[in-house]
């Protein structure tokens, strides 16, 4: 299968590199001129879960009219350039073209169903783990589950064979019929887990070391389950704090996503996770404050980036 991944972050090179490693042909997709560079001078590298090996045969473009048309395009943008790198995706799409998005936060079906059509979409949520270390060098820092899902709830022989082609290179992997209740599960884990470690610096698997830390993603995860619950949304699990929780230990050794923009001093997927239950938990009367405290720090902390805790 041919697979361009759009967004050669961590998340991005970590299932690029895992599928090529499978044999598929992968091209990195991204505008960050030092990771393609890197990609195509020496592979990508990658540490921890699997072992420390060097990926060759991938290749790497940061125009996507480089890459050719392909089977499927992978979404691993931050959910805030979902649109825009989708428009500059358009000359991969061919006839055959799925685009699969396992970003997190809410909103990138929407985003992605904006540009091409909503037959071409299929989603998905990732459990796994993964730190950029600089061009070309990656840590996998978790493992968990994929898994992948139609817009309409069909197990399709597409969705299928997404979920094969993720097992062939070394994932578990399954398909939901449940795609939007999936998103929202996974979105409840980062609702517990991201902006938490970005305002405190911890990773992962710190955060089940600290009561108070427990006690804020527990009334954050419960505010999202009860937006959740009122908007009719059947999350995959029964107890998603637990859950939030052990995918905090599992991913113990890494950094969120949101703490990684934090330190690299990036925007991050603030208004899309915790952001995203404010906005929603608002539409529908239902108090949100932990979420909000939360947002707004992360908010702060993304505007004042070089600004010392000085007097
Ligand atoms: O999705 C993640 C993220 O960092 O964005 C988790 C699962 C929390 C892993 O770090």
Not at 63 to 69: H, R
Request: glycine share 12%.
């Amino acid at each position: 299968m041919k697979v361009a991944v759009l967004g050669a972050g961590a998340m991005g090179s970590l299932y690029g590199g895992l599928l090529a490693e499978a044999g598929n042909e992968v091209v990195l997709v991204d505008v960050w001129r030092d990771q393609v560079d890197a990609v195509n001078a020496s592979g990508l590298s990658i540490e921890g879960a699997g072992g420390e090996r060097r990926v060759r045969g991938i290749r790497a473009v940061s125009d996507a009219s480089e890459a050719g048309t392909a089977d499927l395009i992978l979404v691993f943008v931050k959910a805030t350039a979902t649109e825009g790198a989708m428009r500059g995706a358009l000359p991969m799409v061919g006839g055959a073209t799925t685009v699969l998005t396992l970003q997190n936060g809410l909103g990138n079906v929407e985003k992605l169903c904006a540009v091409v059509p909503a037959d071409r979409v299929v989603a998905g949520t990732t459990g796994h783990g993964a730190t950029l270390l600089g061009p070309g060098r990656i840590r996998h820092a978790g493992v968990g589950d994929t898994i992948v899902g139609e817009l309409d709830g069909n197990r399709s022989a597409r969705v299928e064979s997404l979920a094969a082609m993720f097992a062939g290179a070394g994932m578990t992997a399954q398909v939901s019929t449940n795609v939007i209740g999936l998103i929202w599960t996974k979105l409840t884990v980062n609702v517990g887990i991201n902006a938490l470690t970005a305002v405190t610096g911890l990773k992962n698997g710190r955060l089940a070391s600290f009561p108070e830390a427990e006690a804020l993603m527990r009334a954050a995860v419960d505010e999202a389950c009860s937006v959740a619950r009122r908007k009719g949304i059947q999350l995959e699990i029964d107890s998603p704090f637990e859950h939030a929780m052990s995918v905090a230990v599992k991913t113990g050794a890494n950094r969120s996503s949101m703490l990684q923009d934090i330190l690299a001093g990036r925007q991050t997927e603030i208004a899309v996770i915790n952001g995203a239950i404010v906005e929603e938990g608002e539409k529908l009367g239902i108090p949100t404050p932990v979420n909000a405290v939360l947002t707004n720090l992360v908010l702060i902390r993304q505007q004042t980036y070089g600004e010392a805790f000085a007097v």
